[in-house]
C-alpha cells in the first residue's frame, strides 16, 4: 500500500475511554470515526437509549503515515496502541469504513442495527429482557423493530410480541 495515500488504521482503546481517544486524537489534528449505535441488549429498565461504540473498544484513524507521524497516538489519552499484525500497521480497507457509514442515520448520526435475519417457521431464542432464555418459532415481523413469536407459556400456546433485536436464530 502506498504510504503517501491517506489510509484507515483501527486504534485500540482503554476500556470505555473511545470517545476519550477520538476526541484528544482530533486535538491532534488526525481525522477519526468512531461509530455510534444504540444498545439493543441493553436493560428494559434503564432509561433512556444507551449510545454505545458499535465495535467496543475500537475507533478508526485516517492518517498518511508518511506525512503526519503515528508515533504520537500511542501516548494519547484513552489509547492503547494501534492494531498491528507483528509490526506492521493494519490498514482498515476503505471499503469496510464506506460500509459501515453507509448506515449512519442521517438525522442521530447512529449507526442502524438490524434484526437477524429469520424467516416464519424458524426456531428462535430471545437472549436478553423478561423473555430472556425462552424459544419460539418465529411468526411474522410486526413493524420494523418488534417480532410476533408462537411460544410455549404455562402450558398453552400463545403469541408473544419482542424486540426484534433481542433474537438469537437456534437450529
Avoid at 45 to 74: C, M, N, T, W
Avoid at 99 to 122: C, F, N, T, W, Y
Wanted: charged content about 25%; hydrophobic content about 40%.
Amino acid at each position: 500500500m502506498n504510504e503517501s495515500q491517506p489510509s484507515w488504521f483501527a486504534v485500540y482503546a482503554k476500556p470505555r475511554q473511545e470517545k476519550v481517544a477520538r476526541e484528544h486524537l482530533e486535538r491532534q489534528g488526525f481525522r477519526c470515526f468512531l461509530p455510534l449505535a444504540v444498545n439493543p441488549y441493553q436493560r428494559l429498565s434503564q432509561r433512556g437509549p444507551k449510545i454505545e461504540p458499535l465495535f467496543p473498544r475500537y475507533l478508526f484513524l485516517h492518517a498518511a503515515p508518511d506525512q503526519q507521524s503515528l508515533s504520537p497516538v500511542r501516548s494519547t489519552r484513552g489509547v492503547c496502541t494501534l492494531v498491528r499484525a507483528g509490526m506492521q500497521l493494519l490498514h482498515v480497507p476503505d471499503a469496510i469504513i464506506e460500509a459501515i457509514k453507509q448506515r449512519l442515520d442521517p438525522h442521530s448520526g447512529l449507526i442502524q442495527l438490524d434484526p437477524v435475519p429469520v424467516e416464519p417457521g424458524d426456531t428462535v431464542k430471545v437472549f436478553d429482557g423478561p423473555m430472556a432464555g425462552l424459544h419460539g418459532i418465529f411468526k411474522q415481523r410486526k413493524g420494523k423493530d418488534r417480532a410476533l413469536l408462537l411460544m410455549s407459556l404455562l402450558g398453552t400456546e400463545s403469541t408473544v410480541e419482542v424486540d426484534a433485536l433481542l433474537l438469537q436464530k437456534t437450529s
